[in-house]
């Protein structure tokens, strides 16, 4: 508590946090601001307060997405304050039920994902027909209703990719291909997007041992889980013999990027070095112009996901790869870098206050009349997708991850 404490001395009340926190935008509540959050633990610190519902509520509902963070002019880490509230929250509140399983056993365990995999797999291709639209209709599980309606259509199998006569990029450099839970569970096609990418322009790219990055544990405030993932990917997963690590998660990404600051490790240190998004990793390496794309008439808009634009710097990234393909439109939407509420699990977990932030990046996308969305991060990807079936199910709009999108009009 003694770290919270020096954190909040430096927060001078001004409230441009106004401006930028998405809770407090569809709210108009200070208790979802950075302002008022920060306000409130310091009540709790002075014992003005305990731990009450309503306290609880507000700290459960910062998004951590740093918006707050990048307006600050007094640099106050108010997603830190909230990491470090929610870690004491964890030592008092009785966890869900099916979160406790999710964290302590599902995303710990990639055998047991992949199972779950397998079967999302196989709804996913059926997911769009008739019979089974009507037997959703009768679904009374909200939680359930919400799930099934983030799930992404099957989009098929990666075979091998065609180049256009460049030649090998470059031989000697060895990538380890950091495979996240999402990838494991809905997104194969991803998987073997980034995979078959890196392979056909002559790079060795190998599959590292991993298990979950961490990042849900470390964002609920589940510290010792995420200690105990984190150094179990640093022990097994051979960094040592690869260039790079390349995920294509921006929220592993972002948490991988951290290790070093976190663990406070020399290993830690080492890997976190290494770790690169892929989309900055091809654009960066020029790696785009190994293929020749069909041309296409689609018009595209990019979201950017929090821990890309924000904790990674990426965001010119995503969209030079919407304009290699030919003959498409990119139109930039409003806000673009607002979280879209997804958040990992938040939308189970808040569902009234993310449906109502996932309203407002519906509205902007709408207003671009794109019929393609692109997100670099699986989550939002799940996010968005629910929020068209939800919000907008008249129109035709897909979301895809840039790197899917690209590979599936690679010239065969």
Request: aromatic content about 8%.
């Amino acid at each position: 508590m003694t770290q919270i404490k020096e954190l909040l001395l430096r927060c001078n009340k001004c409230g441009l946090c106004q401006q930028s926190c998405p809770t407090y935008k569809v709210t108009k509540n200070e208790f979802y601001l950075a302002r008022g959050r920060n306000r409130l633990m310091d009540l709790v610190l002075e014992k003005k307060y305990d731990w009450q519902k309503q306290i609880i509520y507000a700290i459960e509902t910062c998004l951590q997405c740093g918006a707050c963070v990048e307006t600050c002019p007094s640099s106050v880490k108010t997603d830190l304050v909230m990491n470090l509230a929610k870690r004491e929250i964890v030592k008092i509140k009785k966890q869900n039920i099916l979160l406790k399983f999710a964290y302590k056993i599902l995303l710990p365990t990639p055998q047991m994902i992949k199972i779950v995999g397998k079967f999302v797999k196989v709804y996913s291709k059926v997911k769009d027909k008739k019979v089974v639209k009507y037997v959703k209709r009768l679904n009374p599980i909200n939680d359930l209703k919400r799930l099934e309606r983030s799930l992404p259509n099957y989009r098929g199998e990666v075979g091998e990719l065609k180049t256009k006569g460049k030649g090998s990029f470059n031989k000697e450099i060895r990538v380890g291909y950091f495979k996240n839970c999402a990838n494991l569970l809905a997104f194969n096609f991803l998987d073997q997007s980034t995979f078959n990418v890196l392979k056909a322009v002559g790079i060795h790219v190998e599959n590292l041992t991993n298990k979950c990055c961490g990042a849900p544990h470390w964002f609920s405030g589940d510290i010792e889980t995420f200690r105990n993932l984190a150094n179990y990917n640093l022990k097994n997963s051979e960094y040592q013999k690869y260039d790079f690590i390349v995920t294509d998660c921006a929220t592993c990404g972002a948490i991988l990027k951290r290790y070093g600051e976190l663990l406070e490790t020399k290993e830690a240190h080492e890997f976190a070095q290494k770790v690169i998004d892929i989309n900055e990793f091809l654009v960066k390496n020029e790696l785009l112009d190994y293929f020749e794309y069909e041309e296409r008439s689609d018009v595209i808009t990019v979201h950017d996901p929090c821990h890309l634009v924000r904790e990674q710097k990426v965001k010119f990234e995503p969209r030079k790869i919407a304009n290699m393909v030919p003959g498409v439109k990119l139109i930039e939407m409003k806000d673009s870098n607002m979280c879209c509420g997804g958040a990992g699990v938040f939308s189970i977990t808040q569902p009234r206050m993310s449906d109502e932030i996932l309203k407002v990046k519906i509205k902007n996308i709408l207003e671009t009349k794109a019929n393609i969305v692109l997100a670099a991060c699986p989550s939002c990807i799940m996010q968005l997708t629910r929020g068209v079936e939800t919000f907008a199910p008249n129109s035709n709009i897909k979301v895809f991850h840039p790197i899917e999108y690209l590979v599936q009009h690679i010239k065969k």
